[in-house]
């Protein structure tokens, strides 16, 4: 009875394991700071607004979220309500590549002159071709407003604002037709595998300890 109570306990700690696995986070986000220099209809302008970068999923797509945590330009005059349309690009790197367009809404109030331009929110949508380690980065920041456009780029080669785990994708490659081989759809994934393959050897382990222990018995018998 002992014995079975620790087979139990042994058997239980090994899908624990396994279900933290597929528990672990699967994005890294984090705050960067982006020295935009923008060419403007006056001249050059420029200010570092540190970029947050989220996603969500939503079915085999993720929506994206670009945050601006200052502004990054100037308006000679004041621009009224409705009156700047802001879009940008994130750039894809790692696993994936090119980039995502997003973009947001107006201004909702008016914007002083010569006070920095707040930037809303930009979203945008992500549909990953590739599985693995994905990494997403603030790319060019283009505002129009009043019949002009400024184009605002990073010159400080900012680092990824997060990094992200793909699963899924639609475009990804397939095991050939015949092979033994498992397809292979991300390192989350393989280590949920390592997991449960390592539940499958506990149990085994432990079914071909108690066939001994039995067959021990009956000898002694």
């Known amino acids: 009875m002992q014995y079975q109570k620790r087979t139990a306990l042994a058997l239980a ?11 672990a986070p699967a994005a890294h986000a984090t705050v960067v700071d982006v020295n935009y220099q923008c060419v403007t209809p006056i001249g050059p302008k420029g200010a570092v607004s540190p970029i947050d970068i ?3 999923k939503s079915g085999g797509s993720y929506k994206l979220t670009m945050s601006f945590q200052k502004g990054v330009s100037s ?4 621009l009224g309500k409705g009156a700047m349309n802001p879009s940008a ?16 809404p107006a201004n909702q109030a008016a914007v002083p002159a010569n006070t920095p331009i707040k930037i809303n929110d930009l979203s945008g949508t992500y ?25 605002c780029t990073p010159k400080n080669n900012p680092k990824p604002s997060l990094e992200l785990d793909v699963t899924g994708a ?3 490659q397939t095991t050939p037709s015949g092979s033994n081989e498992l397809p292979k759809t991300g390192p989350l994934d393989s280590a949920v595998a390592l997991g449960t393959l390592g539940g499958t050897v506990l149990l085994s382990g432990a079914a071909g300890v108690l066939w001994l222990t039995r067959r021990g018995q009956r000898a002694a018998g």
């Open 127 to 151: 549909t990953p071709k590739k599985n693995g380690k994905v990494t997403f980065t603030a790319g060019v920041l283009t505002i129009k407003a009043l019949g002009t456009t400024t184009t």
């Open 75 to 78: 308006s000679p005059v004041e």
């Open 13 to 23: 700690a090994a899908v624990a394991g396994s279900v933290v696995l597929m528990a």
């Open 54 to 56: 989220k996603a969500v």
């Open 89 to 104: 690009k994130i750039v894809l790197g790692g696993a994936d590549e090119g980039s995502v367009s997003v973009s947001g």
């Open 170 to 172: 639609t475009g990804s």
